[in-house]
């Protein structure tokens, strides 16, 4: 009986530090990942969206990217250009939900002859930035893949995003 507890012994601290050896690599590999690749900063610029501004913001936030904490490892600036629907209201309140949000008015921060796009590029912490323009249709996938191939998630870039000129 001695014999059985001690085999059971070895090969429960056989096992447990098997786990913690995979543990650690996986720890060690979000660690090295996030390490390569930067903080991003995503620019979406918006006007009288109220209609799809929030299932854009939202498939946008849902980018998986994060660094090795845990936390989105970009953040989103939405500028709005001085919409006159609910959109600074719905971004308001998306704001409030997801941290990696922020949300500027170019009518309240901009300066005489600023464009939104300058207003979101200035405000933006990372030296890698997207300047998305809302004006595409609601999720369209392209949006998303041109944001994960600045964010290294893809290899290949998206094809054309179909904007209006």
Do not use: C, K
């Amino acid at each position: 009986m001695n014999l059985v507890l001690q085999g059971l012994m070895v090969f429960l601290a056989t096992y447990g530090l098997l786990v913690l050896v995979a543990d650690f690599g996986q720890s060690l590999h979000a660690w090295s990942r996030s390490r390569r690749l930067p903080f991003v900063s995503l620019v979406l610029l918006v006007r009288d969206q109220e209609a799809t501004v929030e299932g854009l913001v939202t498939d946008i936030l849902s980018i998986d990217y994060r660094s090795a904490r845990g936390s989105p490892n970009y953040e989103l600036v939405v500028v709005d250009d001085r919409s006159l629907d609910s959109t600074p209201t719905i971004l308001e309140r998306l704001a409030q939900q997801h941290a990696a949000l922020r949300v500027v008015r170019l009518g309240e921060a901009g300066s005489p002859g600023q464009t939104a796009a300058d207003l979101g590029l200035f405000l933006s912490h990372s030296p890698a930035a997207l300047v998305l323009d809302a004006r595409m249709r609601h999720a369209d996938s392209r949006l998303l893949e041109a944001a994960e191939y600045l964010l290294g998630r893809r290899r290949t870039p998206p094809g054309p995003t179909g904007l209006p000129n």
